[in-house]
């Protein structure tokens, strides 16, 4: 089968980083951010295969193996269903932290994809890409959850109302929603966060967190910021998870302070994110979460804007093909 391929052999992509879970909606709602992100360059080659050939910004830590990179392992199960002649071959240059709860492989997989796709003549749409970021997933922390590479692939908030059949949902964000996430230089690995989860949960406990999940759908449909601020509250994962993090609570109370609507983990930690009305109250609430940190010795990264609603974008198209 052949496809109208775009007329380069080479593009560089630009995907964001993500905030998965949005407090109480663990594993099934994301939303994806303006910065930071990740860039991958990906080309087509003579030569068989997918190939990473080179990794900037990660410290020498990501792997190199096409069985094991994410960005690879994302490319390679898209071949499976789109196959092309060439090879490939990906530079991933790392802008995010590794480790930090921001979904920095879904953001290497999801650039990749939007690459090849790109590079193949888009056969597929992007919401077409989310299995094959998801198979990435499953190689980089054992779970193929889709609540960073949605968001990541679609830009927005979007919904995972199910995994089986996949039936995703984006919802459009409110205009004046703005995103605080603070990282600090502290790295949790998703794998070790999931295990630590328990397995079961009271009845009465699933029905307070149904209805802040059922709250911040309708709070994000109806541009209800005050709703949102409401049910930004995880009763099942975020008392677990925050364990793990050195002053989850004096930080999240800062936020709070701050003029936060609500403040919550970001994915599996260790970053926080809070929502808020404008920029300046964004960028306060920062500050204060920062401070907060800094009282323990802790460095920050802190970024404030509202949802990114583009999702992965090209950043330059070149070479173009000989033949
Ligand atoms: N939903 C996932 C979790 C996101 O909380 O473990 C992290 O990748």
Request: with cysteine; glycine share 8%.
């Amino acid at each position: 089968m052949s496809y109208p391929y775009a007329m380069e052999s080479s593009v560089r992509v630009f995907a964001p980083a993500t905030v998965a879970n949005v407090g109480c909606a663990y594993d099934i709602l994301g939303f994806a951010l303006e910065a930071p992100g990740d860039e991958v360059c990906i080309s087509l080659s003579t030569e068989p295969g997918v190939r990473i050939t080179a990794i900037s910004g990660d410290g020498g830590r990501l792997p190199r193996a096409s069985n094991q990179n994410t960005a690879a392992v994302a490319v390679q199960a898209f071949l499976r269903q789109i196959p092309l002649e060439q090879g490939v071959e990906i530079e991933v240059h790392k802008r995010m932290p590794l480790g930090s709860g921001l979904g920095s492989s879904a953001a290497s997989a999801a650039a990749a994809l939007h690459g090849i796709n790109y590079l193949a003549g888009t056969p597929l749409s992007q919401t077409e890409l989310i299995p094959f970021a998801m198979e990435a997933e499953k190689a980089a922390c054992g779970s193929a959850h889709a609540d960073n590479v949605a968001p990541a692939l679609l830009g927005g908030f979007v919904l995972l109302r199910s995994y089986e059949p996949l039936d995703v949902v984006p919802l459009p964000p409110p205009p004046n929603l703005y995103y605080t996430v603070v990282h600090p230089e502290i790295e949790l690995r998703t794998e070790d966060s999931r295990r630590i989860l328990k397995k079961e949960i009271l009845l009465k406990d699933a029905v307070v967190q149904w209805g802040n999940i059922a709250g911040l759908i309708t709070g994000i449909l109806q541009k209800d910021l005050d709703l949102i601020g409401r049910s930004l509250n995880d009763i099942l994962i975020e008392p677990e998870r925050s364990l793990l993090i050195p002053g989850f609570e004096s930080v999240k109370l800062a936020a709070l302070n701050a003029g936060a609507l609500g403040c919550s983990l970001s994915g599996s930690g260790p970053s926080l994110f809070a929502f808020s009305a404008s920029l300046q109250t964004s960028q306060a609430i920062g500050t204060a979460m920062g401070s907060a940190f800094a009282d323990l010795g802790i460095k920050t990264q802190k970024f404030s804007s509202l949802i990114n609603c583009s999702g992965p974008t090209l950043i330059k198209p070149s070479t173009h093909r000989a033949a």
